[in-house]
């Protein structure tokens, strides 16, 4: 069964600083990967998602993420975090005909 | 208006009482889902239903139960609510098949005392 851990609970950031949020999955073949942000009080919003060709996924509001099959990761950036990409962070996994499983969630914080 | 609605938004109920979260969704998508989300632990499955016809238990279907009355609509019952059935619950739809985004409504906080 596929499983994910995001290792991290809380991230602080300076605004204008970069941003990294990682994510490990645990899955037999290649898997569909997404990362949706979920702000306050709001629903999941998909940032982007990775399912074949190239590991360098570009997605909504300047954030992207790399696929790293030799690590089963999926790591989320942004070089310039801005006070509104606040929020909880989910990283998901799924695979064909099955359901999501999603990771525990990171929540960012960004300081003025 | 949202792809996905969800009602209510905010319920607070007595232990031992039924209530029922409403879901509509005017994607068109067959595949309908039921998760829960609580602080540290992520959105845990409760039921999904991939046609009018399917139902199946998720990760945590214990204490819950649902309807799928038409492709666009699918209800989860919580039939004697319990103080730890409180917490945020989100509808979600999706096309068949690998791949495919994942839509939530805005979820339904629920309140158990």
């Known amino acids: 069964a596929q499983s994910v851990t995001q290792p991290d609970i809380h991230i602080t950031v300076s605004e204008g600083a970069s941003l990294e949020l990682r994510c490990n999955y645990s899955?037999?073949?290649?898997?569909?990967l997404f990362w949706y942000v979920q702000s306050p009080g709001q629903g999941l919003q998909l940032l982007l998602k990775?399912?074949?060709?190239?590991?360098l996924v570009q997605g909504i509001k300047g954030f992207e993420a790399e696929f790293k099959r030799s690590q089963s990761s999926f790591n989320l950036r942004k070089p310039s975090v801005h006070w509104s990409d606040a929020a909880e962070y989910f990283c998901?996994?799924?695979?064909?005909?099955?359901?999501?499983?999603f990771g525990p969630g990171t929540r960012l914080s960004v300081l003025p | 208006d949202a792809d996905v609605t969800q009602t209510p938004r905010n319920r607070i109920t007595k232990t031992g009482k039924r209530i029922m979260l409403e879901c509509s969704q005017t994607k068109g998508h067959d595949r309908m889902y039921w998760y829960r989300q609580d602080p540290g632990l992520g959105l845990r499955l409760i039921y999904y239903s991939f046609d009018v016809k399917d139902i199946n238990k998720g990760e945590i279907s214990d204490g819950y139960s649902v309807s799928r009355q038409a492709q666009a609509k699918f209800s989860l019952s919580l039939e004697s609510a319990i103080p730890n059935q409180t917490a945020l619950y989100f509808c979600?739809?999706?096309?068949?098949?690998?791949?495919?985004?994942?839509?939530f409504g805005e979820g339904s906080w629920l309140t158990v005392v």
């Open positions: 979600a739809t999706s096309e068949a098949g690998g791949g495919n985004t994942i839509y």
């Open positions: 998901a996994v799924g695979a064909n005909g099955q359901n999501f499983v």
């Open positions: 899955y037999g073949a290649t898997p569909y």
């Open positions: 990775y399912f074949s060709g190239d590991t």
